[in-house]
């Protein structure tokens, strides 16, 4: 069974700001990947990046990046110049992928609270 | 818009009642998934069909049943309800079960049970 960990229930940033939410799972697949997913009030669950694990350059996105470690099973966000539209719940989730290379699973972390202050 | 659509957005009804969720996935995706939202539990997978066949499982309930068509569409019956089932269901979709593609979730349906 997969655990996805968020320590940071919340997090606050100033506006223009960067700020790092992180995540570590567990996994025993050896074939993964790993998404970062915002939900805004509007509950909506929409992807932010995504990250190959047999990738070593790390995913980024615009003012998206993430820091990869695979060995420690570690996978943070980080949010350049923050802007109030960047409010959310973030989910950490990877997805992992059985030997077949069929049947998989996402599943989510209990989620970073953002708030971006102006 | 991620192109998933969920109906009905928002739903109350009562214990003991059953309800439909319907869902049609983006235009070329074969496979769907089912999410459960609530509050005291998170984010849970249900379960994933792929082309007409079930093919992963999760937390989902006995009382609860999925399905998806020739077209692609997918149900997600619900039946026996109870005031634990209150939660906001998301579909999502993909291309196809295979590893790495990104999943697309829609804008959820909203279940009250009252």
């Known amino acids: 069974a997969q655990t996805v960990t968020q320590s940071q229930p919340e997090m606050s940033v100033q506006e223009a700001e960067t700020v790092t939410l992180s995540c570590t799972y567990d996994?025993?697949?050896?074939?993964?990947?790993l998404f970062w997913y915002k939900q805004p009030p509007s509950r909506q669950m929409i992807l932010v990046i995504r990250?190959?694990?047999?990738?070593?350059q790390n995913a980024t996105e615009n003012r998206f990046s993430v820091n990869f470690q695979k060995a420690a099973k570690s996978f943070s966000l980080k949010i350049s110049d923050s802007q109030l539209g960047d409010a959310a719940m973030y989910f950490c989730a990877p997805l992992e992928v059985n030997s077949g290379g069929s049947n998989y699973k996402l599943t989510f972390g209990k989620g970073t609270l953002l708030t971006v202050n102006p | 818009d991620s192109g998933v659509t969920q109906t009905p957005k928002h739903l109350i009804t009562a214990t003991g009642q059953r309800v439909t969720l319907r869902c049609s996935p983006r235009s070329g995706d074969l496979s769907v998934y089912w999410y459960q939202q609530s509050l005291d539990q998170g984010l849970q997978f249900l379960i994933q069909?792929?082309?007409?066949?079930?093919?992963a499982k999760g937390n989902i309930l006995e009382r609860f049943s999925a399905q998806q068509f020739p077209d692609l569409h997918s149900e997600l019956n619900l039946s026996s309800l109870e005031l634990g089932d209150s939660a906001l269901y998301f579909c999502?979709?993909?291309?196809?079960?295979?590893?790495?593609?990104?999943?697309?979730f829609g804008e959820g349906s909203w279940l009250t049970v009252v």
């Open positions: 996994t025993s697949e050896s074939d993964y990947y």
């Open positions: 069909y792929y082309n007409g066949e079930e093919r």
């Open positions: 990250q190959e694990a047999y990738k070593q």
């Open positions: 999502a979709s993909s291309v196809h079960a295979g590893a790495g593609n990104t999943i697309y």
